[in-house]
């Protein structure tokens, strides 16, 4: 059995916006692709990776299976790919939706293997020819998220509802109905849409005085049908959060339910906003199932800017109401259980990083900020041979990794990086060592499944590559 840690994909890897399917018996997630050190969000073309269900650390690389250039609507090459979603239609095949990101419709490719290749199909369009995006109250096709009932039914849910106004009169400029998200049916042609498209949950503006106040739909929607009930996964107006919502109908009408992850614990007892955990950014991602645990997929950010993202996952629960308590992001998250408190484990596991002064938010394509650890990797951006590290790490500043299981066996700690400081190492109650940088320490820990904080404690500035339990 392979260890899995977060992020679950090689240290490379930047594809965020995780949308986990099982397909042919194997997990598979799909999202969009940044770059390392990028300009802007999705730069690169979709790639796929699966794992089989009973190794969710086992991640296999599928390739890239589909490219910008590939649609019509990209003929000069200059747009880049938002967030996708994939479903099986009646006729066996796989169904990419996906949308560029200077246009209002939904494009589609289609494949006869989860991993592809896929080659475009078409776009999404009313019965009329005209494409969905293109009518006076059509939806803004922002992250297209795909359901395939149990009836064989087919719906897709978009929707991008910013509640600031220049964000608002970008929307306008580009057309498109952004108040809320949508969700409509599409008929078996898995293009066409199929009756009258329906408001999901609010945007912002328009969840004033109801339910989905504070949380009202931004972006991102993921649904998935789980003990007869509809669930809507989606990023509310705090960006940080992934919320859901609840329905008897595909089609509505929905009600709040709560916050099922953040990407700075923000929510959590004693979590506010500016106590966060991590460093906060957009996020995005669904539900998936393997062998009777659930699962949600989200993701971090990474190198001081927006739009170097990592996926991530976390054990839920779905309690017999249906509801989902918000979970904690850890370093073991698709794992069975704690990591073993022996051998050697990269400090970009960290679930928890702060400056002696906190975390901010990553609110720009690069937003650095000199007092503050990071995320980050040497040379550019690249699909191998991964060195990623924490960087930056001025004295006070720390880096948390949740979970180990100790045996009472190990008798020593060492840490590998860059410094002539010290790492004070504790379980968040009490102190376990005091170890150098570059060197080794006695770990007094008691057995038991604790966590581990390294606080760096030094006149200078470190970098955090591994550490060691012996």
Not at 98 to 117: I, N
Not at 131 to 148: E, Q, R, T, V
Request: glycine share 12%; hydrophobic share 30%.
């Amino acid at each position: 059995m392979t260890a899995a840690f977060n992020p679950y994909l090689p240290s490379y890897e930047y594809v965020p916006d995780g949308e986990p399917h099982i397909f042919e018996g194997r997990l598979y997630v799909f999202g969009s692709h940044d770059a390392f050190n990028g300009p802007e969000f999705c730069v690169n073309d979709y790639v796929a990776y699966s794992a089989p269900l009973d190794d969710l650390g086992a991640w296999r690389f599928e390739g890239f299976i589909y490219r910008a250039k590939q649609d019509p609507l990209n003929a000069k090459g200059k747009e880049h790919m938002n967030a996708p979603d994939v479903c099986q239609g009646a006729d066996g095949r796989y169904y990419l939706y996906y949308q560029l990101h200077r246009e209002v419709v939904t494009s589609v490719a289609v494949a006869d293997k989860p991993a592809g290749p896929y080659e475009f199909y078409g776009h999404v369009k009313h019965p009329d020819g005209t494409l969905y995006g293109k009518k006076k109250g059509d939806a803004y096709n922002f992250d297209p998220g795909m359901l395939a009932d149990t009836d064989g039914r087919i719906y897709m849910y978009t929707g991008f509802s910013p509640d600031k106004g220049f964000l608002r009169t970008v929307m306008k400029l580009r057309g498109g109905a952004f108040d809320s998200g949508t969700v409509a049916e599409l008929e078996t042609d898995m293009l066409t849409i199929k009756g009258t498209p329906k408001a999901t949950v609010p945007g912002e503006i328009f969840a004033k005085n109801t339910e989905f106040e504070g949380h009202g739909f931004f972006e991102a929607s993921s649904p998935r049908k789980i003990n007869g009930r509809y669930y809507l996964v989606y990023s509310s107006v705090q960006s940080h959060e992934l919320c859901y919502a609840t329905s008897d109908s595909p089609m509505g009408t929905w009600h709040y339910g709560g916050t099922i992850v953040s990407n700075g614990d923000i929510g959590l007892p004693g979590v506010t906003a500016d106590k966060a955990r991590n460093f906060t950014g957009n996020t995005h991602g669904g539900l998936v199932e393997v062998d009777g645990q659930w699962y949600v997929f989200y993701h971090r950010h990474t190198n001081q800017q927006m739009c170097a993202r990592q996926g991530c996952a976390e054990k839920i629960e779905i309690l017999p109401d249906g509801s989902i308590p918000q979970v904690e992001m850890t370093s073991c998250g698709l794992n069975r259980g704690p990591l073993p408190a022996r051998g050697t484990y990269q400090a970009r596991i960290a679930c928890n990083l702060m400056g002696v002064n906190g975390t901010y938010k990553y609110a720009k394509a690069h937003d650095s900020r000199d007092d503050y650890p990071f995320f980050t990797q040497t040379g550019e951006d690249r699909e191998s041979d991964g060195d990623q590290y924490i960087a930056n790490m001025k004295s006070g500043a720390m880096a948390g990794f949740k979970y180990f299981l100790f045996d009472g066996s190990e008798k020593e700690i060492s840490v590998q990086g860059k410094g002539s400081g010290s790492f004070a190492v504790s379980d968040g109650t009490k102190e376990l060592a005091v170890v150098p940088v570059n060197g080794s320490a006695e770990l007094k820990v008691s057995p038991g499944t604790h966590a581990l904080y390294f606080i760096y404690k030094g006149t200078d500035v470190a970098d955090f590559r591994t550490f060691t339990i012996h």
